[in-house]
């Protein structure tokens, strides 16, 4: 982002994109050209829409300062959506910060089966275990108006950023967030629908993740520090003992890629139906459970 010449220059979005792209590019970095273009949509509070009609506006010190650091972080190895605070999901945008994990296109299939369920049983009461972000249960509040969430979280800048979200979408009043560690606490009543994405990642292969996941991401939120079962055994565990899930109810678990049988095991040993569903990959994502 230098003249070359020492003599300093206007730079344009146009000429930006073409920087970045080509820098990225050269940088092994994905998606270099959309990279760009959400890092400039970012800096200038605008949408790509907006950032295409006006290629030709210069870009003040300060905002090419803002845009430099982007680019420095993105290129050591810092996720976008930690750098613009933002993350797409289920049509949405949720706030993200280095405290939750980043939303992603997977988890819309626990969100979109969640909602077909809401739209079919009125006045559900949900609960979301491990929310991070809030995203399931927001993006499920916002379109179902009926359904009640109670969304916990081992962590309070977890529940934080949730709450916040909350906020910005509308649903603060359908969405409480708690936090509680589900493995040692449990929220009273019973719930028709519940929904977890846990910590699946074994500890013994967390070292073979993705560096910009592993090195970035909070490590509670991507491993439980042993086989990466943990939860999915307390919960079938809890599901197994005093009512927790209504008789019309329904659980939704994400699992990590290869881990759907054994999953699957686990709640099937507690008796009732489950199912393995995949995503758009077509690879084994989500487990479900019902009492029968």
């Known amino acids: 982002m230098q003249s070359g010449t020492g003599i300093e220059r206007l730079w344009t979005v146009l000429d930006l994109v073409k920087w970045g792209t080509d820098y990225f590019t050269g940088k092994d970095v994905d998606s270099p050209r959309l990279t760009i273009e959400l890092m400039l949509c970012n800096v200038l509070s605008c949408g790509r829409v907006q950032l295409y009609s006006t290629f030709e506006r210069p870009l003040s010190k300060a905002e090419l300062a803002t845009l430099r ?33 980043i939303p992603r296109p997977e988890t819309e299939l626990i969100a979109d089966h969640a909602l077909r369920y809401c739209r079919g049983h009125r006045d559900t009461r949900a609960l979301d275990i491990g929310t991070g972000s809030g995203c399931i249960a927001i993006s499920v509040a916002v379109h179902a108006a009926d359904s009640q969430w109670t969304a916990v979280d081992v962590s309070q800048a977890a529940a934080d950023v949730a709450r916040g979200n909350a906020e910005r979408l509308g649903v603060a009043d359908r969405v409480e967030v708690r936090v509680m560690d589900f493995l040692t606490e449990l929220p009273e009543g019973q719930f028709d629908i519940v929904t977890m994405n846990p910590p699946y990642i074994p500890v013994a292969e967390i070292d073979a993740v993705d560096p910009v996941v592993r090195d970035f991401e909070p490590r509670g939120a991507l491993t439980d520090g042993a086989d990466g079962l943990t939860f999915h055994r307390r919960l079938a565990e809890v599901l197994a003992g005093a009512p927790f899930l209504t008789e019309r109810g329904m659980v ?22 489950t199912t393995v569903v995949a995503d758009l990959a077509g690879i084994p994502r989500m487990v479900t459970w019902q009492p029968s």
């Open 69 to 101: 650091s982007f680019v420095q972080r993105r290129v050591a190895g810092e996720p976008l959506q930690y750098i613009t605070g933002e993350g797409p999901f289920f049509g949405h945008v949720f706030h993200v910060t280095p405290s939750v994990l």
């Open 252 to 273: 939704l678990v994400e699992v990590m890629a290869g881990q759907a049988d054994v999953v699957e095991a686990i709640y099937g040993s507690i008796g009732g139906k």
